[in-house]
């Protein structure tokens, strides 16, 4: 399976995540994040879902992380970083995660670092196929559409003690399911089964 280094992608209390927003001068008040790595289409068309949530959310900031802008933009509340050389800073910045992904196959990475940052996510039921991660014990399922993505961004914004037990859970989940280290020990073992069944 895929997987995160999980001990760079760690949970920051709220210090430490004050101290990042004011290292990086972002502004105060509500913080979602969207990593946008590449201009590929999965990404371009979570963008849109992106901004159509972020049009009914004006008092929220969305922060978009990577290479889907070539440099750093604002639309209206709408922040785009271009690449960013310590992703993990940007994670541990953020309130919230939202992973409006709905179609390319395999795992999304991303989401899987979000978790094991503790941080709780807002995603469509697409965005999770391919992981282990449940719908209301790990993370929020939105249905698709813009009015669905910002009240689930919005319940997890203003619920502290539900955001608090998504990002809890997706963390130990994380950690328990996609350790880099846990996965490599059983590659690891599977490698030597094969190469042990190998006749010479």
């Known amino acids: 399976p895929n997987g995160s280094d999980v001990r760079r992608f760690l949970p920051a209390d709220e210090a430490t995540r004050g101290a990042l927003r004011r290292r990086r001068v972002l502004p105060a008040g509500p913080l979602v994040l969207f990593p946008a790595p590449h201009r590929q289409p999965p990404i371009l068309v979570g963008l849109d879902w992106v901004r159509r949530a972020a049009a009914l959310l004006p008092d929220v900031t969305f922060l978009v992380t990577g290479a889907v802008h070539e440099r750093p933009a604002v639309e209206r509340n709408v922040l785009f970083t271009g690449f960013v050389a310590d992703y993990a800073s940007h994670l541990r910045s953020a309130d919230c995660m939202v992973c409006p992904i709905d179609r390319g196959g395999g795992t999304k990475v991303k989401l899987i670092e979000a978790a094991a940052a503790g941080l709780p996510i807002v995603a469509f039921r697409e965005s999770v196929q391919g992981t282990t991660f449940r719908a209301d014990d790990h993370l929020s399922i939105a249905d698709k559409t813009p009015d669905a993505l910002a009240a689930g961004l ?47």
């Not at 037990?165 to 994380?174: F, P, S």
């Not at 690891?188 to 190998?198: F, H, K, N, S």
């Open 154 to 200: 919005r319940k997890l914004l203003h619920d502290p003690d539900t955001a608090r037990r998504l990002g809890a859970a997706a963390r130990a989940h994380a950690v328990n399911h996609y350790d880099w280290d846990a996965i490599a020990g059983v590659l690891e073992t599977e490698l030597q089964r094969v190469i042990g069944d190998t006749p010479s």
